[in-house]
């Protein structure tokens, strides 16, 4: 009886374990027929990119109303024009303005008038400085010659100089008149004779010239000297008072604060005459013509918009997550939905310094130049804009959509045999489909699975952002 109870015991364990044996073997073979979603790892380039949108702008921008009111008389310029700074593009009728700016135009003139006279003091006043100085320099000398006529008319070393030249001339009229004495006998047409009589004539000459200077070097200044002397030191005196009074009397000049008044009135009555046109502030293109000539018009009515388009910019918005992704200098491309089939090319020329929030996320504004604009490219399009932050080349790449998180590491499900294996990777870079696979036991060619079965996952897509 015991023994039968055992064997029956058996039975039922192995019909028990069978039973739930076929229903795993079941539940494997239903799991290995799941339709998985299924991507390839590859071997290839990764290109990182940040995408952002933003609108073209010129380089500068100025919209011109007009401060006054009045009838636009004049109309210099049409929509695509070229025009230069200070260039005027309308002008009101002279009979439209107000009262106000139509006698400017005669203040202007009396203004400008006292303001050259206030300076043409100050250029009398140092006229005047420079003459006085000139003549006190004149008196001086003057006085100087004059007191030098009450002394010898040479100093010791000039004299001693002369006496000895007077000395030197002596000698050489005696070395002469020795050596005609040895050729005066001999006939008149004698070469010796007449060459050293020639030379005793020179010699004797040379000494009356030095006895003169020495005469007129030893004694005094004779009264013509005198007279002539006194009557410069008179003519120098009156020179000298005539600059000084003149000195005297505008030595003071204009007084800074009077220049400064007329300056400023002369500024305010052209800036009142300024408002009777309106003038490109910069160079650029004319690109919004909204007047005609005859229009009235009142303070703030728009006429002109100027565009410099000399460079065109794009300014995005990117998140903080991004923003030390980014640097002035770095490549963009960039597309535009009214231009087909075209890509262009910029680079970042400033990158913000201060964020902005905007529903929560802090954003910075980036600067954008195009480098390769055309006429296509208009100031308002918006841009669709992706700055390359990473290029790899040659590297094994996953599929982000394969990427999950398992307890807390990145893992992918290899399919092996019909059934999802995970996996652990590291990754590197990313783009917005595939992350750079760093290390981890996959291979080119590995099949990974897109979507495995919630039983094999323990957490969300590690790509949530």
């Given at each position: 009886m015991k023994r039968r109870t055992i064997i029956v015991v058996i039975v039922i364990v192995l019909v028990v374990g069978g039973f739930f044996g076929f229903r795993a073997w079941q539940t494997a073979q239903s799991q290995a027929n799941t339709?998985?979603?299924t991507d390839k790892i590859t071997r290839g380039r990764l290109i990182a990119m940040v995408g952002a949108t933003g609108t073209v702008r010129a380089n500068q921008t100025a919209v011109m109303a007009w401060q006054t009111t009045g009838q636009i008389g004049e109309i210099n310029v049409e929509t695509g024009q070229r025009v230069q700074a200070g260039d005027v593009l309308g002008r009101l009728s002279q009979s439209s303005l107000p009262q106000t700016i139509i006698l400017a135009e005669a203040d202007l003139v009396s203004a400008q008038r006292a303001l050259q006279n206030l300076q043409e003091s100050g250029l009398a006043r140092a006229q005047a400085q420079l003459a006085l100085a000139q003549a006190e320099d004149d008196l001086t000398n003057a006085r100087n010659r004059r007191t030098s006529k009450d002394y010898s008319r040479a100093s010791d070393l000039t004299l001693e100089e002369a006496r000895t030249r007077l000395s030197l001339a002596e000698d050489e009229v005696a070395r002469y008149e020795d050596l005609y004495e040895q050729v005066k006998n001999f006939s008149a047409d004698n070469t010796a004779r007449l060459n050293i009589y020639s030379a005793l004539l020179n010699a004797r000459r040379e000494l009356e010239l030095a006895q003169a200077n020495l005469r007129y070097l030893e004694g005094g200044p004779d009264a013509l000297e005198v007279e002539e002397a006194d009557a410069s030191v008179a003519l120098a005196q009156a020179t000298y008072d005539d600059a000084l009074r003149e000195w005297e009397r505008i030595k003071d000049g204009p007084d800074p604060a009077d220049i400064r008044a007329a300056e400023a009135r002369i500024a305010a009555i052209e800036a009142s005459l300024g408002l009777a046109s309106l003038s490109a502030p910069f160079g650029g293109t004319i690109t919004e013509v909204n007047a005609r000539v005859g229009d009235q018009v009142t303070p703030g009515t728009v006429s002109f918009r100027l565009d410099d388009l000399s460079r065109l910019l794009v300014d995005v918005q990117i998140p903080e997550a991004d923003i030390n992704r980014l640097a002035v200098g770095q490549p963009v491309s960039m597309t535009f939905d009214a231009i087909l089939g075209k890509e262009y090319s910029g680079v970042i020329i400033e990158v913000g310094?201060?964020?902005?929030?905007?529903?929560?996320?802090v954003n910075f504004k980036v600067s954008?130049?195009?480098q390769d604009k055309d006429e296509s490219v208009r100031p308002g399009m918006t841009a669709a804009v992706n700055i390359v932050i990473n290029q790899l080349e040659n590297v094994l790449l996953v599929p982000n959509r394969a990427v999950r998180l398992r307890e807390g590491q990145r893992v992918v499900y290899l399919l092996k045999l019909g059934i999802p294996t995970a996996v652990p990777i590291e990754i590197g870079a990313q783009s917005d489909l595939t992350s750079e696979v760093i290390s981890g036991d996959?291979?080119?060619?590995?099949?990974?699975?897109?979507?495995p079965p919630t039983q094999f996952e323990a957490g969300q897509p590690p790509f949530m952002r």
């Open positions: 339709a998985y979603q310094r201060v964020g902005t929030p905007v529903t929560g996320i954008i130049e195009l996959v291979k080119e060619g590995d099949t990974v699975v897109l979507n």
